[in-house]
């Protein structure tokens, strides 16, 4: 069986100091899926006051946080770039994963289309991603229509798979 690698992007408490759909909730999902996990990643985010040391850099406290799991810091919306990202993932020996966190239509979606150009396997854990509503339009309609781009994105061979965490759970059983 291939290894199940889960990549967490931007659960920090800095992130979530503003209001995100369904906090509680995509926590959830985002620990069922790293408790089962060989491999997990978490990608954080450094800006401004969130920087390491500082509380608002931190992982929030009620995600599952499995020993031996890796962490990477980023400084923008694409997790690869300037990172150590694709080099762990070659370290690692790791060609596909699960990506889940936060903001839907900012690091996750940057990451999400890099990763895939860049020959990734990528499946995307449809109910655990979260984001802001902004100005124009609702968090919860982000989410559902980034699910929907992500499943229809034009990279042939190579389209992210839109699943539900309890479809990727029974696909590792």
């Known amino acids: 069986m291939a290894q199940r690698v889960v990549v967490v992007i931007d659960m920090q408490n800095?992130?979530?100091s503003s209001p995100r759909f369904d906090q509680a909730?995509?926590?959830a999902q985002i620990n069922r899926l790293t408790e089962?996990?060989?491999i997990t990643l978490f990608i954080q985010h450094r800006e401004g006051a969130m920087c390491e040391g500082n509380e608002a850099f931190d992982l929030l406290p009620e995600l599952?946080?499995?020993a031996g799991a890796h962490y990477v810091t980023k400084t923008a919306c694409d997790s690869f770039w300037q990172t150590e990202l694709a080099a762990l993932l070659?370290?690692?020996a790791v060609a596909e994963f699960v990506v889940c966190g936060c903001a839907t239509d900012y690091c996750l979606d940057?990451?999400?289309k890099v990763g895939a150009s860049a020959g990734y396997a990528i499946i995307v854990a449809a109910d655990a991603h979260t984001t802001a509503d902004r100005r124009?339009?609702?968090a919860e309609a982000l989410i559902n229509q980034h699910n929907e781009v992500w499943a229809s994105l034009l990279i042939p061979?190579?389209?992210p798979r839109v699943l539900s965490t309890e479809t990727i759970l029974a696909e590792w059983s």
């Open 14 to 16: 800095g992130v979530f």
């Open 25 to 27: 909730g995509r926590v």
């Open 36 to 38: 089962r996990a060989d």
């Open 64 to 66: 599952v946080q499995p």
């Open 90 to 92: 070659k370290t690692l």
């Open 110 to 112: 940057t990451t999400i």
């Open 136 to 138: 124009w339009v609702s």
């Open 157 to 159: 061979g190579n389209v």
